[in-house]
């Protein structure tokens, strides 16, 4: 059975600095997909940022960046520059279908 | 583009009660997904659905539970009779095709049970 574990219950950056969450993965497939999702404090459920197990290289979309380590199993998920607004909780999760991890909530102080 | 549509935002209600939760997917997705969120239990997939299909419903907690998608731009999610422990919030999903593709999540339904 596929896995998730986030060993970060709440994390805390200062604004403008980068921050690293957690995420590593169990699953017996050769062919996986893991993903990163935003939830801000009104619940919505954002997408972030996907790797597939098969790429070459780690996935980036604008200040988010994925550090995939596939012997070691982990995905984590680094925002760089942090801002107010990305104080939310933050879901590691994998297909197929799509399972999540507990969360991190992550506060950026100013 | 309308992004997932469910009502009702929120729903209240006492125990015993049958509670509909509806869901409109994004226009030309195959596949639709109801999850629950807990604080204990985090986020659970319930079922989902490729070509109005039913393909896991492993999640399903319970007889209580059903879940029915008549056509591509509408789900339901039944619980009858509702218990204070089925109290989450229930998000419904859809995705273009199948389960290995990004999710977009509609706003939920916070579902109180009193």
């Known amino acids: 059975a596929q896995k998730i574990t986030q060993t970060q219950p709440g994390m805390f950056v200062q604004e403008k600095e980068a921050v690293t969450l957690d995420c590593t993965y169990d699953t017996s497939d050769p062919s996986y997909g893991l993903f990163w999702y935003k939830q801000p404090s009104s619940g919505e459920m954002i997408f972030l940022i996907y790797q597939g197990s098969y790429d070459q290289q780690n996935a980036t979309e604008g200040r988010y960046s994925l550090n995939f380590q596939k012997a070691r199993k982990s995905a984590n998920l680094v925002i760089s520059a942090s801002q107010l607004g990305d104080s939310a909780m933050y879901f590691c999760a994998m297909v197929t279908p799509l399972v999540f991890g507990k969360g991190t909530r992550l506060s950026v102080i100013a | 583009d309308a992004g997932v549509i469910q009502s009702p935002r929120h729903e209240v209600t006492e125990m015993g009660q049958e509670v509909t939760l509806r869901c409109k997917p994004i226009?030309?997705?195959?596949?639709l997904f109801w999850y629950r969120q807990t604080m204990m239990r985090g986020l659970e997939l319930l079922i989902y659905f490729n070509n109005n299909v039913p393909i896991d419903d492993s999640g399903m907690p319970e007889d209580r539970f059903s879940a029915k998608m008549p056509n591509a731009s509408f789900s339901t999610l039944k619980i009858q009779p509702s218990e204070p422990r089925d109290s989450a919030v229930y998000f419904c999903?859809?995705?273009?095709?199948?389960?290995?593709?990004?999710?977009?999540f509609g706003s939920g339904t916070q579902l109180s049970v009193l």
């Open positions: 226009s030309g997705h195959n596949s």
């Open positions: 999903a859809s995705s273009k095709q199948g389960a290995s593709e990004k999710l977009f």
